[in-house]
């Protein structure tokens, strides 16, 4: 359910940094698609260049592909 919600919302704000984090960090923790998490963590960091923990959180989750 919170996969689908964080879906709509990122579908629906694609400038939105916090959701696209969000959204990337829930697909990481479900294992359901590694590739789309780290598209939404990757794009969560370029829209957010100053936030460390979304540049932390994208190389974590590079780092365990």
């Known amino acids: 359910a919170a996969l689908k919600q964080l879906?709509?919302?990122a579908a629906s704000?694609?400038?939105n940094a916090a959701i696209a984090?969000?959204?990337g960090t829930v697909l990481l923790a479900s294992g359901q698609n590694r590739d789309k998490a780290i598209d939404m963590l990757g794009?969560?960091?370029t829209l957010a260049?100053?936030?460390a923990?979304?540049?932390a959180d994208l190389t974590k989750a590079k780092a365990a592909r």
Do not use: M, V
Request: charged share 10%; glycine share 6%; no cysteine.
């Open 21 to 23: 984090h969000s959204y």
């Open 13 to 15: 704000a694609p400038s």
């Open 53 to 55: 923990n979304y540049a």
């Open 43 to 45: 794009k969560a960091a």
């Open 49 to 51: 260049p100053g936030n």
């Open 7 to 9: 879906a709509k919302a």
